[in-house]
């Protein structure tokens, strides 16, 4: 499948690396294919770009949380996990979603509060809404 995206140009996805998101995403429920993008030559990206296939309009930066220091640990409900087709709790990765920070603010803001799920293994990805605090989110150093 070719794109145009407005942000990496024109890519061809193969279907392998076509993320599901059944639900969609808040504010977005008719975006529901998804790949994860990156510069050419960088073997290790510490930023991603979320491209929606459906609307190659819609895109998003997206990181690994130890990229931004943090370390998470939240529980899924089990409509969740069923819908990730989760089995395997290591096949669980999660993401985070990013935007520049107000000018003379913090350059990078992370939404913490909303992070992506994504099975590994079947493709198959959630936005986790925490409408709680007492999630654990712990700043670890980062080198």
Do not use: W
């Not at 993320?19 to 290790?44: K, V, W, Y």
């Not at 999660?94 to 509060?113: D, K, T, Y």
Request: with cysteine; proline share 7%; aromatic share 4%.
């Amino acid at each position: 499948m070719k794109i145009t995206s407005p942000i990496v140009g024109e890519v061809d996805v193969s279907a392998d690396r076509i993320i599901d998101f059944p639900a969609g995403l808040p504010g977005f429920e008719a975006c529901r294919q998804f790949t994860l993008l990156h510069s050419e030559g960088n073997d290790a990206p510490k930023l991603f770009v979320l491209q929606c296939l459906d609307d190659p309009e819609v895109a998003f930066t997206v990181t690994p949380p130890d990229i931004v220091g943090l370390n998470y640990e939240f529980t899924l409900t089990d409509d969740e996990v069923a819908n990730l087709q989760l089995g395997n709790a290591d096949d669980a990765s999660v993401l985070l979603i990013v935007s520049r920070g107000e000018p003379g603010a913090s350059p990078v803001r992370a939404n913490v509060m909303a992070p992506l799920v994504v099975n590994t293994a079947t493709r198959r990805g959630v936005q986790k809404i925490i409408g709680k605090v007492d999630t654990s989110v712990t700043l670890k150093a980062v080198a």
